[in-house]
């Protein structure tokens, strides 16, 4: 049973690109969430998808969006990149039922913008 | 709004010490805990949880108990080993009041653990 999958595993920017993180689910999850940690610091929560919508958003600008396919795997885009998006993204899936509360985690992408 | 606390660190124990990693969260509904292990250089794992106060969540000798009274779920382990050594971190996830969801995930901001020979 595989386990949350991300693609890259790292990537180098500069800033004022653009850049595509991809996330496939564990197996029968249908919810993906993204998180951003950066150095040193706890992640925080970027958005969720579910049924191929955004159902929720943290506090992040609106050059991050978000994708979900049918397939329920997801995409995090960010635009016009700043040396601060440098982080490694976390996607986490989950299934959005009663009394399922845990969310399991990728490997992340590790972001470096210059 | 929601927030976890965790205690500074880093913390450096030798091996066959005991570990006590210290978290409080705020909360307004009911709010699921965990602690997740973050070995160097890779992502989350889910170390254990605990959906209601008094539950204990144990997994590879870690454990914390849900204590509502004292917002609190500190992390433990009678003897740690060199493998331990990692960033825990203390978070929540919370199902508001008549809802049958979970929501985001909340994060403390980890505590570094170092075990030495």
């Known amino acids: 049973d595989a386990g949350v999958t991300q693609s890259p595993t790292h990537l180098i920017k500069t800033r004022g690109q653009q850049v595509t993180l991809r996330c496939s689910p564990k197996?029968?999850?249908?919810?993906v969430s993204w998180y951003q940690q950066a150095l040193g610091q706890g992640p925080q929560f970027i958005f969720q998808y579910y049924e191929e919508e955004e159902r929720q958003r943290g506090n992040f600008p609106d050059r991050f969006s978000g994708h979900q396919f049918p397939n329920y795997s997801s995409e995090l885009n960010v635009n016009a990149l700043l040396l601060g998006d440098s982080a490694l993204y976390l996607c986490?899936?989950?299934?959005?039922?009663?009394?399922?509360?845990?969310?399991?985690f990728g490997p992340g992408t590790r972001l470096l913008v210059l | 709004g929601n927030s976890v606390t965790q205690m500074e660190g880093p913390v450096t124990l030798s091996e066959e010490a005991f570990l006590t990693i210290n978290c409080t969260y705020t909360a307004t509904g009911y709010p699921s805990l965990f602690w997740y292990v973050q070995y160097p250089g890779e992502g989350l794992q889910l170390l254990l949880k605990?959906?209601?106060?008094?539950d204990k969540g144990s997994n590879k000798g870690f454990e914390a108990t849900y204590r509502k009274e004292t917002t609190s779920f500190h992390l433990e382990k009678g003897s740690v080993q060199v493998s331990d050594s990692a960033v825990y971190f203390c978070?929540?996830?919370?199902?508001?009041?008549?809802?049958?969801?979970?929501?985001?995930?909340?994060f403390g901001p980890g505590t570094s653990l170092s075990v030495i020979p």
């Open positions: 605990a959906t209601k106060a008094d």
């Open positions: 197996s029968g999850h249908d919810t």
């Open positions: 978070a929540l996830s919370e199902r508001e009041f008549q809802k049958t969801s979970y929501d985001k995930v909340i």
């Open positions: 986490a899936s989950s299934l959005l039922v009663v009394n399922e509360e845990t969310q399991y």
